[in-house]
C-alpha cells in the first residue's frame, strides 16, 4: 500500500474518532438531538467543502498540464519541421507530470538548438559578404529566411572553409607579388605609375581586392618588371638584399655603410667589384659575432645545466652544444635551449633551490659530524665546540624536515616529467 493511501486511511480514521468524540461531548454537555444532528451536518459540509474545493483545484491543476503539454507537442511539432529534425517520441507509461517535464525540456532544448542554429548562420552570412568583398566573389548559393538543416551549415562551413583558405594563399600570393614588384621598382628606379601600380604599393594591404583578375595582373606587372632588368642589375640586388640585412643584423654605424651609398644604387662594374667586398667583410663580421655571442650564451647554458642539476646524458642530448660551425642557425637552436632551460628553472625553482640547500646543509652536517668525532675538538678553548654542536643539532631536525617536504616536489617532478629525478 503506498504512504498516501496509508494517510487517506488514518484521515477517515481520525475524522470518525472526531466524530465520536464530539458525540461524547455534546453527550456530557447536554445538546438536543436536534442540535446534535445540525452540529454534525455542520461538520460534514465544512469537511466536504473542503474536500470539494481540494479536488476542483487539482482538476484544473490536471487541466493546466494536459493544456501546457499539447501547447508544448505543437511547439515541438512546428520546430522539429523548422530544424527538419525527427519527431521526438515520448515514452510510454509516463505520468501526466512526467509528459509535461519532458515536453517543457525537450521543448526548451529545440528552442535552444534553434537560436544556436540561426545564431551560426547569422556568422556564416556575415563571413561570407566579408569573404565576397575581399575576393569578389558570388555569395554562396542558401535561402536567408529560414532555419538551415544540419547538413546546409555543414556545407556552408566547408565552403567558407574553402574560401578562407584561398584567401589567405591569394594574400600570401599577394603579399609575395608586391614586394617583389616594389623591389624591382626600387632596382630600376621607378615610381609607381597607374592607379593599379597605387593600388598595390601605395594602399593598405588589407584593403586590396583579391579577385582572380587582380592576382592576374599583379603577376603580369611583375613579369613585365623583371623582364626590364638585365643580368647585372640581378646581381646587384642580390648583393645589395644581402648587405642591407647584414647592415641590420650587425648593426653597422652609418659612417660605414655611407662608402657604399654610390655603389648600393648604380650597377656598373667597379659597382659590383665593391659591393662584393663589402659582402665579404660583412660576411666575416657575421661569423665573429656569431662565435663571440654563441660562447657566451653557451657559458649560461652551462650554469643552468647545474642549476637544473642536468645530468651527462641530458647535457650530451643538447649536440648543438659541440658544434663549432657558428651560424645563425646554431645560435638560434642555443637561444632555443637556454630559453627552454630559464622556464624548467622557474617552474621548479622551489625544488632546485631545495636540493640546492640539501646538499649545502648536508656537506656541512657531515663536517661538523666529523669534527664531533674528532678527538682533538676537546683541545678548543674557544667556544667553537658548543657552537658547532648546537649547529649540529639544528641540522639533524632541520634536513629529515627538508627531506620530507624535497620527496614531495620529487614525486611530482618525475609524475610530470615521467622520468627519475638525478
Known sequence: MRVSEVHAAESVAYFNRALVKLQDIWEEIGIPEEQRLQRTNDVHNYIKGLLDMMITEEEDLKKRLIKTIEVCRKEMKMLCSELQLPPFEEESGCTILQIEKNSRTQLEGLKTHKKQRVEEFESLLAKDRELCDIMSTTPFSIDKDSVPSLKQLETYRAYLDDLTKQKEQR????????????????????????????????????????????????????????????????????????????????????????????????????????????????????????????????????????KCFYCEEQRQAFSAYQDDEFTEELLDLHEAEINKLKKCYEDHKELFEGVTKWQSNWTLYLELDKKANDPARFNNRGGNLLKEEKQRTDLQKSIPKLEKVLKIQIDEWELENRGNFL
Open 171 to 306: 594574400h600570401e600570393e599577394f603579399v609575395s607579388l608586391k614586394k617583389d614588384i616594389a623591389q624591382c621598382m626600387e632596382d630600376l628606379e621607378r615610381q609607381p605609375e597607374t592607379s593599379f601600380e597605387m593600388d598595390v604599393l601605395c594602399e593598405d594591404e588589407e584593403a586590396f581586392c583579391l579577385s582572380t583578375d587582380n592576382i592576374s595582373a599583379l603577376k603580369m606587372l611583375l613579369s613585365q618588371l623583371q623582364e626590364r632588368k638585365a643580368e647585372i642589375e640581378l646581381r646587384c640586388t642580390t648583393y645589395r638584399t644581402k648587405i642591407q640585412e647584414l647592415w641590420e643584423r650587425l648593426n653597422i654605424p652609418q659612417e660605414e655603410r655611407d662608402p657604399l651609398s654610390e655603389h648600393m644604387l648604380k650597377t656598373k662594374k667597379t659597382n659590383v667589384e665593391a659591393l662584393q667586398t663589402e659582402l665579404k667583410r660583412l660576411e666575416e663580421l657575421k661569423i665573429q659575432s656569431l662565435k663571440s655571442v654563441t660562447e657566451a650564451v653557451r657559458a649560461e647554458i652551462a650554469l643552468l645545466w647545474e
